[in-house]
């Protein structure tokens, strides 16, 4: 929002929220109706394709958000290292209402403006005005019109919206008021209605014009270099005509230069051109990829799960995933995208970077392996998964890593018994490999009350849970089970150690801890007296429903990251902003220490020392109120 926000800077259906799409709903239905129901001779093409276009569009801005993050995440040719948060992310939400803004006047004009509808698919002399005139008018007046938006009055009022985001994102180049729009598409319309006018306009003139005002938009808000040295050197005119990526990027972070649209003539010609824009342009294009001091290593969890990714739909990335979303009708129709991603992930099939982050002088980076739940889930994957993490383990230290986090299902104790395996395969490695299971038990042990006496432990048992017994055993509270087997198998890990008396096995129900991992059911959630706590130990959240309105359910082990935690603009899976699982932090915390042993295997580390160790770097416990909100499967 702007600082002194002015007239028309909300957009009409703001109050329509996520149903503001059905200001569309008649336009699509005449064209579509029309273009059926009409014979050949009398179908009006350019009115039918108006909603394509207007999907290519947002096709088209996703594959830039998706590719920037990608490429800004790498740190190769990045131009710009401030940190991006949320608030930008949810400032650009809304990036689609200028999409759904001009489809409605394409519909319009298309109807008013005679031969609009009935254009043929291409005419080159109409392809040809739309590009002179674009080079000519649209460019100077653009420049002026965006000299007077940076005046104090209209500054203030409207487009310091829009200079809100100082490290851009391809998105950002749409984000302005309501008002900026109408004189943005009023400028653009002179190429697109001229031709039109003058009997000359096609289809393709059209499409062609719009594709290239985003695509140039894109590319100019994109934060990393992607124009080759060699077209500017072999053609060095073209300096004029076509702007960088570093070029606009220096309008946003010195607000008073390269004011112009797309050619960065007039700026030379005005004299307001950055003096740094060429060293800008020439430093970022040198710029390698960054070399993590931690990387933690992740995997895809369900087939929506790509969007609610960084690299995905940045306003979804952006909440905790709700396992209600699959079931959303959106999603539904994002079937044959899902399916793609899939397949795309299947057959490109190698680990890639999700997420960079800092912490003081700290280099973080999340890496994500092409797999899913449920592949993990089959025997006759395992020797594939575990190539690809020994692939990045092996990868992460030759860029210098000094620790590598095992995330999710990346760690199975039948997959890789831990991450043991890699360690004792490659006895030298001088990268860490860590679980985190030590901060886990330590998050889960500092989750139970003060005073507590008993604990019901529920649940597949892990490292994590036969640890958490032993340690609650150990301070005297007594832990209770409600099988016969896993009572035994926590006995005879005990072995003949005197805790073993605090090992308990009843059915009474009567405790009002839970401590609960993956196989709580249902029925057992229903016989917990009123008011039970149910705190999970494992890494996914163990039952798909709380089906207990009088118990509280705490989210998965995990803990607030500090102030200093920079770049943190999406959740990490169901948890909530600015909240990380245990498991990856445990990683951070080895890094920051340097403790020069892998915690992996059925090996834990000091469950005290390690929780100190958090709480000295600024991460700390969550709150009653972020403990108990929501989470999905």
């Known amino acids: 929002m702007a600082s002194k926000p002015g007239f028309l800077t909300d957009w009409p259906w703001t109050p329509l929220g996520n149903f503001k799409y059905v200001v569309l709903a008649p336009w699509i239905i005449h064209s579509t109706y029309s273009f059926i129901v009409k014979d050949e001779k009398e179908r009006e093409l350019a009115y039918f394709v108006i909603f394509p276009l207007m999907l290519w569009r947002m096709l088209h801005n996703q594959i830039w958000i998706s590719f920037s993050r990608y490429r800004t995440a790498k740190g190769s040719n990045r131009i710009v290292d401030k940190a991006i948060e949320f608030e930008q992310v949810d400032r650009e939400r809304n990036w689609d209402d200028q999409i ?42 653009y420049y002026w019109l965006h000299r007077a938006l940076h005046h104090h009055y209209l500054y203030s009022r409207y487009h310091s919206h829009h200079h809100s985001s100082i490290v851009t994102e391809p998105i950002t180049s749409v984000i302005h008021p309501f008002a900026e729009h109408i004189a943005y598409f009023a400028l653009f319309a002179i190429p697109l209605i001229t031709p039109v006018l003058g009997g000359i306009g096609s289809i393709a003139s059209i499409l062609g014009y719009v594709t290239y005002i985003d695509f140039m938009n894109n590319m100019g808000h994109c934060n990393f270099e992607l124009m080759p040295s060699c077209l500017l050197t072999n053609f060095p005119p073209l300096k004029y005509l076509v702007y960088t990526a570093s070029f606009h990027s220096l309008h946003h972070t010195q607000f008073r230069t390269n004011y112009s649209l797309f050619m960065p003539v007039y700026d030379y010609i005005y004299g307001t051109v950055d003096k740094t824009s060429d060293t800008l342009y020439e430093t970022s294009l040198k710029r390698q990829e960054d070399s ?60 890639f970077v999700v997420e960079r982050n800092h912490l003081n002088k700290f280099r973080l ?78 998050v889960v042990i500092n989750s139970i009350p003060k005073g507590t006496t008993q604990v019901v432990l529920r649940g597949a048992l892990t490292k994590v849970a036969y640890a958490i017994a032993f340690a609650l055993c150990q301070k005297g509270i007594q832990v209770v089970t409600l099988r016969d087997d896993e009572h035994e198998k ?133 709150t009653a109120t972020i403990l108990t909100q929501s989470y999905p499967i």
């Not at 009935?118 to 002399?125: A, E, G, H, T, Y």
């Not at 405790?511 to 917990?528: N, P, R, Y």
Request: charged residues 20%; glycine residues 6%.
């Open 100 to 141: 759904i803004f001009n489809g409605i006047l394409f519909y319009v004009f298309v109807k008013i403006l005679p031969g609009a509808s009935q254009m043929p698919i291409w005419r080159l002399d109409g392809v040809i005005l739309t590009a002179l005139l674009h080079a000519g008018p649209v460019e100077f007046l």
């Open 292 to 351: 993590p001091d931690v990387v933690h290593l992740t995997h895809l969890t369900t087939p929506e799960s790509i969007y609610h990714m960084r690299l995905g739909f940045a306003s979804m990335a952006s909440k905790p995933h709700d396992h209600h979303t699959s079931s959303k009708w959106y999603m539904w129709l994002m079937w044959p995208v899902t399916l793609w991603s899939m397949m795309f992930t299947w057959i490109y099939g190698r680990t």
């Open 365 to 442: 980076q999340t890496w994500a392996i092409p797999r899913y739940n449920f592949q993990y889930l089959f025997q006759r994957q395992n020797e594939s998964i575990n190539r690809l993490i020994e692939e990045a383990i092996l990868e992460a230290e030759e860029k210098g890593a000094k620790v590598i986090s095992l995330g999710l299902m990346n760690q199975g104790e039948e997959l890789n018994r831990y991450g043991g395996v890699f360690v004792h395969k490659h006895p030298q490695l001088k990268i860490k490999v860590v679980d985190g299971s030590s901060l886990a038990v330590a």
């Open 490 to 622: 926590l006995r005879k890990s005990f072995g003949a150690k005197s805790e073993c008396n605090n090992l308990l096995l009843s059915r009474s129900y009567s405790q009002k801890i839970w401590l609960v991992g993956k196989g709580l059911t249902e029925e057992e959630q229903s016989k917990a007296k009123m008011g039970t706590t149910f705190i999970p130990f494992s890494q996914f959240p163990p039952n798909d429903k709380k089906i207990r309105k009088d118990c509280m359910y705490h989210l998965t082990p995990a803990m607030a990251v500090p102030a200093a935690f920079e770049n943190v603009d999406s959740c990490e899976n169901w948890l909530p902003r600015r909240v990380m699982s245990a498991w990856r932090i445990g990683g951070i915390v080895h890094a920051l220490e340097g403790w020069n042993e892998h915690e992996c295997g059925y090996a834990i580390s000091n469950i005290h020392n390690v929780w100190e160790a958090a709480l000295r770097h600024g991460f700390h416990p969550l």
